[in-house]
């Protein structure tokens, strides 16, 4: 199943993976939702090979009432899912040449 809270956090990991070694060489603070404890922890693990020794960049976590700044990813990431899991391409389609798209390969026996 798509929705599968396991599959969707192997999909994050590879995610933030991604994110992190694409980083234009001049960030250095990285802000993300706050999630549960063990989440964070997870994201922390994750980030912690890419950010490097020592760390390139730190870490904070915020939440979206206090950081609008996160409203624009929120809004991506939705429209990217709803197409992804094909239940509308229109909010892709309405933030058109604004996005970039990327194919990450799934893992071996990922599906």
Do not use: C
Request: net charge positive.
């Amino acid at each position: 199943m798509v929705d599968a809270p396991g599959r969707k956090e192997a999909a994050r990991a590879r995610a933030l993976r991604w994110m992190a070694l694409e980083l234009e060489t001049g960030v250095r603070h990285l802000i993300l939702d706050r999630r549960q404890d063990a989440q964070n922890a997870a994201d922390r693990r994750v980030l912690g090979g890419p950010a490097g020794r020592p760390p390139r960049f730190t870490l904070e976590r915020r939440s979206p009432a206090d950081e609008p700044l996160l409203w624009p990813a929120d809004i991506v990431v939705g429209a990217a899912a709803a197409q992804v899991l094909g239940r509308t391409s229109v909010y892709v389609d309405m933030l058109g040449e604004v996005l970039r798209s990327v194919s990450v390969d799934r893992p071996e026996g990922g599906g």
